[in-house]
Each structure stands twice: as C-alpha cells, then as structure tokens.
C-alpha cells in the first residue's frame, strides 16, 4: 500500500528573535503537537511544528512559509510590541495573511497578541487570540487556553479538508459550513448531589469558549420525545460524561456513553466520583479521564480542552483512514481507539461482513487482544502500523 507523506495539518509558529518568551511559548506548541497524543493518530511523529524566527544571513525576516506543502496550513504569529514596531516584520506578516486569503480555507493566519501594541498597531487583520487581556491567570492556564482556541481551529481546518475529500463540490470558499460549531453533549446524573451542578457549569464554559453544549434540561425542544432527541444528538456530538457517584447506575447515562461508543465520537470522562461508585460501567474505558473534585469543579479548561484534543484527533484519524481506505479491501474497518467488545458486537452488524479491524497505534497488549480474540476469533485486530506493514497473522 502507498501511503502519501504530505502532511494534513502543518503548523508553522513564527516570533520575533528579540521577543525573550517566543521560543519558549513555541515549544510549547511543538511538544503539544508533537506528543504522543497526536503521533498515535497522525503517524510519524505527530503534527509538524515548524518555527520561523531567525533570518538568514543578511535578512531581516525569516524564509517565508510554503502554505502548500501540506493538505492545510497553520502559521500561528506570537506578535510582541518587537514585532509590531519592525516595518519588515509587520510586512511579513500581511504578506502572509493575504497568501492565506487566497488559498480559501486551506491556510489560515492565528495570530496571537502577547501585548496590546500588537491590536493597536493593526499587524495583520485577523481576528487575535488575546493573550494580552488574560493578565489575571497563571502561565499554565494561559497556555492551556492558547492550545484550546488553536486547537478548534484546526479541527474546523480539517474538517473542511474532510468534506472536499468526501464531496469535490464544496468549495474551498464555504465559509458558513467552517463556521459551523463543535457541539459538546454533557452527559451527568441528576441523581446525586454534584451531577447537575458541575453539568451546568461546563455548559457554561463551553458556551462562553464558543463551543455549542447540549444540556437536556434546556435544549430539547417542547413536543419532542427526550430520548430521540438525545439519542440523536450524542451520534453528532463530541461527549463530556461527568462521572458522579451516581453515574454508572442511570440508565440514561449508560445508554448515553453506548450510544457515543457505537458512533466513534469523541469522549473524555470527568472524574467527579466524591465517594463511592458501587458499579463502574465497564464501556467508559479506552478514552481520556481527567479527575476534577466535585466541590471545588476546579479543572473545566483541562477537561474541554482535553475533549478538543480528542476532536482533533478524531478528524486527524478521519484524514489518515481516507488514505487507508484508498488501498484497502471491503472487509476491513476503521475504528478511532483501541477496539473493545463493544466495538467487535457493533462489528457482527455491519455490511459488508469485516474480518480486519484497524486502530490506532500502540498495539494492544498480548493479554487484551486473547481476551478480545475469543470473544470475536474471525476478525483480525491491526494497528494502524501493523496495518501498513501488510501483517496478516
């Protein structure tokens, strides 16, 4: 099987060689990317970080950015008061973001005002993260909050790229489809004493972050029967389940986590467990879990900013598994984690019949896949590398 090299997503971070923090806040970026949370789906070693801060001998500028070597392009500007008042500087910008412009919605500019001399003096005309207004947190919520924001960006990127892939005739112009939302369903017990207060206090974050949060209480619609409208609703919607104490024995909230499981969205579990969970239900495994204490709900940024990493990585693995599937025969299907038996039950049901099932890497441990092996002996479980590999046995 041949396997394009070009990047679906590259990142290119730029700063002014005289701004102290730039490289800094660029590693950051670069070990984000580049982690194992992303290599795992991406292949390789993650998303491409490149940085662009020191000119060439003579220059004043950096090389400018290829914004076509990769399927899309992100070019992130750390712009300080050194940046803004360097007329060449300024200009490399602009020049930038009118290539990004009319590329359409293949490459954006992000740039990201470290002070506020950066909106003031206008250096390029996109809208800016304002890291310059966030004066009351710490460096690491600060950081968090960038990742965040850059993060759904690149989801709605990749998205686009998804949707050209799947239907030629959407343009590279559609703005309104990019504009569309994240929808985030937060899924909780209104049966013990934390579920419906920490519920309604990620709605809130999530809506104040930009995001679309489905909250049962309030959007469901008068006359529509609750459990279609939710049903429907976790199939199109990236999953928080707030684990109280409760959690595991509501029946809503069991057919909720199935319901996401079965459709591949994306899921992370906040422990929010107080005291005891006399029954753990067994089909949140295999997806991030944060901890959050139940009274202080001191950790929602971790939370929905570890849910948008796995929005981005779910269309990452979308990317590669429309390569995959390039070479690949009928009987072989995709999964976004590591398979479970819930997954091999959804299995029996698909046609045509799959007898191969490709995951993300790492391999699963010898112990795991025996067990998964008996419970589902003719369908072969690969990893994506074991997959390109050709492995057969």
Not at 72 to 84: I, M, P, R
Not at 342 to 371: F, N
Request: proline share 6%; hydrophobic share 45%; charged share 25%.
């Amino acid at each position: 099987m041949t396997v394009s090299t070009k990047p679906f997503l590259a990142i290119y971070v730029a700063w002014h060689p005289s701004f102290a923090g730039g490289e800094k806040l660029a590693r950051c970026l670069f070990e984000h990317y580049r982690r194992n949370l992303y290599q795992n789906v991406a292949g390789g070693t993650g998303i491409p970080v490149l940085y662009k801060s020191t000119p060439p001998a003579g220059a004043v500028v950096p090389i400018d950015v290829d914004m076509e070597e990769a399927e899309t392009t992100a070019l992130v500007l750390l712009v300080d008061e050194n940046w803004a008042n360097s007329a060449e500087w300024v200009a490399w910008g602009r020049k930038h973001s009118d290539r990004a412009d009319a590329l359409g919605l293949r490459a954006f500019v992000f740039p990201v005002a470290v002070d506020r001399k950066a909106i003031d003096t206008g250096v390029v005309p996109e809208q800016a993260v304002r890291w310059d207004q966030w004066r009351g947190d710490t460096e690491a919520v600060k950081l968090r909050r960038i990742l965040t924001a850059l993060s759904y960006e690149f989801c709605r990127m990749l998205r686009q790229y998804l949707e050209r892939l799947q239907q030629p005739s959407v343009s590279d112009q559609d703005l309104e489809h990019y504009l569309k939302r994240v929808e985030v369903f937060v899924s909780h017990s209104k049966h013990d004493e934390h579920g419906v207060r920490i519920a309604e206090k990620i709605r809130i974050f999530v809506q104040d972050a930009g995001y679309d949060a489905f909250f049962d209480v309030i959007n469901i619609p008068l006359g529509q029967r609750f459990d279609r409208v939710l049903l429907l609703k976790v199939k199109k919607s990236a999953l928080v389940a707030v684990h109280t104490d409760s959690y595991s024995s509501r029946e809503w909230c069991r057919k909720e986590m199935i319901q996401a499981k079965k459709n591949d969205v994306p899921v992370v579990v906040a422990d929010c467990i107080s005291d005891i969970d006399e029954r753990g239900f067994p089909y949140m495994a295999n997806v991030p879990i944060v901890r959050m204490d139940p009274a202080k709900i001191d950790r929602i940024d971790v939370v929905v900013g570890r849910l948008i990493d796995e929005v981005l990585k779910d269309f990452l693995w979308k990317c590669r598994v429309k390569v995959f599937e390039a070479g690949a025969s009928t009987n072989v299907a995709f999964v976004p984690r590591p398979p479970e038996l819930i997954v091999l039950t959804e299995l029996k049901e698909m046609t045509p019949k799959r007898s191969v099932l490709v995951y993300p890497d790492p391999p699963i441990g010898a112990e795991e896949l025996e067990l998964l092996s008996k419970a589902a002996p003719d369908v072969r479980l690969l990893s994506a590398t074991e997959f390109l590999a050709g492995v057969t046995t």
